[in-house]
């Protein structure tokens, strides 16, 4: 028997790679097929199942690209409604995989179909669950992503999920090993834990959802309350889940053209394409392709790709460091991004040998902002961050308008003033000034190492935030 996570930090996501016996299943696969066939490949084996256990919200998944290379079944649970061909099974229906046998628990809550499935070992022992987004490490799924039909509430959603956790997970011996879809930074959850696996035992004893005393009406209120809005792209990618796309193969050989800086520029004026530079954030700040937005690679890429950029239609042109035009490619496939038209040949270093505009973004050390902050405090200070992290610490003078929303608040920003702006690392800030740059504001600067640097400084903080750190 192998059983083996393959976890993608990008999305916080966690697919997995069963085999028993020259027979294989892979459950919740991302877009790109590669590594999966790969194992299979290695060991001789087949791939026999793909096991989804819902409609995910925040990435497309690879069952359609997978199930067509291999003649692998799709496998979904209960009422789960299709454009394509899949088994669907019936609750408690079990499945063999060489020596190993999985069984169907149907657990509604996260989604109306969604489903886990419990792990036999060659010996018929229960070995481990699979829970998609039902349970996470000390977390359950959020009840308000699913495409809803009629009147159906999260409240409503939440009961499911309350009855699927006692009725179906709950009641499985405490050493059955715990397999989720999502860990820490995933937006399925709300205080989910970095770990990637546990045990029904260990959350039992730890998992606030799975407190034996909790009444149903508590598990509602405690599941609902405090869901920040999801990002815009989660319906978008869970539709196309339920009714397919696009060959991975076609989208990564459109992707792969490479594009002169004259025909980057006609795709802009012509095809309304969009340069997204995917480079680190201090190179962006040095220069980058005027009216470009920056989301780096090394970071949170494709969740603030599906937050940010609204049209999964839009042409793309990608401006990449050298070697990583495929990779950006795929990257923007997993969460539906599939019209991306080329890359910029050569990068930045053509764009300029070709006497193309450049542009830059300023950026400052902490120091010098806490220099600038002295002699005069009535500067725009805009913190980017989540509400959550702003609310535990920030400084005095801030304002908090976060990455997520920007687009809801564009007013707060004129062409005369300076805004000076942070997040933690100086990630999220340079995305946020790139996109205010390419609408027309210019008067941006950039804290270099944002938060964490700012610290350091005497700049004055929140008195809630000095209380929170003991200062």
């Known amino acids: 028997m192998k059983v083996e996570q393959i976890y993608t930090g990008c ?8 085999e028993s016996n020259g027979e294989a299943a892979v ?6 097929t590669g590594p999966y066939l790969k194992r299979a490949e290695e060991s001789g084996a087949k791939i ?10 925040d990435f497309v998944s690879g069952h359609l690209d997978l199930a067509e290379k291999t003649g692998a079944t799709i496998v979904y649970g209960p009422n789960a409604d299709t454009a394509f061909a899949k088994h669907e099974t019936k609750d408690g229906e079990e499945l063999q995989l060489g020596k190993l046998k999985f069984k169907v628990l149907h657990t509604p809550g996260h989604t109306p179909e969604s489903t886990c499935y419990l792990l036999y070992d060659e010996s018929g022992k229960e070995y481990a669950v699979f829970t998609g987004d039902t349970l996470f490490i000390g977390d359950v799924g959020r009840p308000d992503l699913a495409q809803k039909k009629g009147s159906l509430t999260k409240e409503d959603l939440a009961g499911w999920l309350y009855d699927s956790l006692r009725n179906q997970l709950m009641p499985l011996p405490d050493d059955v090993i715990v ?6 930074g995933s937006a399925c959850g709300k205080n989910m834990s970095s770990e990637t696996w546990s045990t029904i035992g260990q959350q039992k004893a730890s998992n606030y959802a799975l407190r034996a005393d909790m009444t149903r009406a508590e598990f509602i209120h405690e599941v609902t309350e405090g869901l920040a ?28 053209r490479a594009l002169s800086p004259d025909e980057v520029v006609q795709a802009v004026e012509h095809e309304n394409a969009l340069v997204l530079d995917v480079r680190a954030p201090q190179l962006f700040c040095q220069g980058h392709v005027p009216g470009s937005i920056s989301i780096g690679l090394d970071g949170q890429f494709a969740p603030w790709v599906g937050a940010l950029i609204t049209d999964l239609t839009i042409p793309i042109v990608v401006v990449t460091e050298a070697g990583r035009e495929e990779e950006t490619v795929v990257r923007l496939a997993r969460v539906g991004y599939d019209n991306c038209i080329g890359y910029l040949e050569g990068g930045i270093v053509a764009w300029e040998k070709a006497g193309k505009d450049v542009e830059q973004i300023e950026s400052i050390p902490a120091a010098k902002l806490a220099e ?15 509400p959550s992290e702003f609310s535990s610490d920030h ?17 707060h920003f004129n062409n005369k003033d300076p ?6 690392s100086g990630y999220r800030s340079v995305v946020f000034a790139s996109i205010l740059k390419a609408r027309g504001f210019h008067n941006l600067i950039d804290i270099a190492g944002g938060y964490n640097e700012i610290i350091k400084t005497d700049m004055p903080r929140a008195e809630a935030a000095m209380a929170n750190s003991g200062g």
């Not at 459950?27 to 790109?32: A, T, V």
């Not at 397999?179 to 820490?184: Q, V």
């Open 27 to 32: 459950i919740d696969p991302l877009r790109e």
């Open 419 to 424: 805004y000076y702006m942070i997040c933690r």
């Open 179 to 184: 397999y989720p879809a999502h860990g820490a």
């Open 395 to 411: 400084l005095r003078d801030a304002e908090n308008v976060p990455l997520d929303f920007i687009n809801d608040n564009m007013d």
């Open 11 to 18: 999305l916080a996501q966690g697919a997995y790679y069963i």
């Open 48 to 57: 026999k199942y793909i096991f989804e256990t819902h409609f995910h919200a």
């Open 372 to 386: 600038i902050y002295h002699k005069n405090p009535a500067i725009h200070l805009i913190d980017v961050r989540k």
């Open 229 to 256: 809005a999801p990002p815009q792209y989660f319906a978008k990618n869970a539709k196309i889940n339920k009714t397919g796309y696009e060959s991975i193969d076609l989208v990564m050989e459109r992707g792969a």
